[in-house]
C-alpha cells in the first residue's frame, strides 16, 4: 500500500512539474514575443532647419502620458528648451526602456523621450 502511494505521489509531482514547466515556458515567450513587437516609435519635426543642417542637442526631456497617450499630465512647448524658436529640430521616440514600462503597466503609462537640437555653431 506504502508503495503505491509513493508511486502515485511521484507520478503527480512529475505531472504538475510538467504543467508549470509549460506555463512559464509559454509565459516567458509571451513576454518575448512583446517585447520584440514594441517598436520604436521616432518622429522628427523640423522648424526652420532642413534635416541635412548640422545641429547640437540642447535638451533631452521625459514625457509622461496615461492611458496609452491619451491623457498628458501637462504640456511642455518647445520654446521652453531652445534658445531660437524659429529653428530647432525635435525628435520623439520611444526608447527601449520607454517600451518596457509602457508593457510592464500595461499601457496604462506610456513615456517617451524628446530631444531638441538647434544650429551647430
Not at 510538467?18 to 509559454?26: A, L, R
Not at 535638451?59 to 511642455?76: E, M, R, S, T, W
Request: net charge positive.
Amino acid at each position: 500500500m506504502i508503495s503505491y502511494l509513493k508511486g502515485v505521489i511521484r507520478k503527480n509531482i512529475h505531472l504538475f512539474n510538467q504543467k508549470t514547466m509549460k506555463k512559464t515556458f509559454v509565459c516567458a515567450l509571451s513576454i518575448c514575443a512583446m517585447m520584440m513587437l514594441q517598436s520604436c516609435y521616432v518622429q522628427n519635426v523640423s522648424v526652420g532647419m532642413s534635416e541635412n543642417e548640422p545641429a547640437q542637442q540642447v535638451a533631452k526631456v521625459k514625457n509622461h502620458y496615461f492611458v496609452d497617450g491619451l491623457i498628458q499630465p501637462k504640456y511642455d512647448a518647445a520654446k521652453n528648451h531652445v534658445s531660437n524658436d524659429q529653428k530647432f529640430r525635435m525628435k520623439t521616440k520611444i526608447t527601449f526602456w520607454d517600451g518596457f514600462l509602457t508593457g510592464l503597466t500595461c499601457g496604462i503609462y506610456t513615456p517617451s523621450t524628446t530631444y531638441y537640437y538647434e544650429p551647430a555653431k
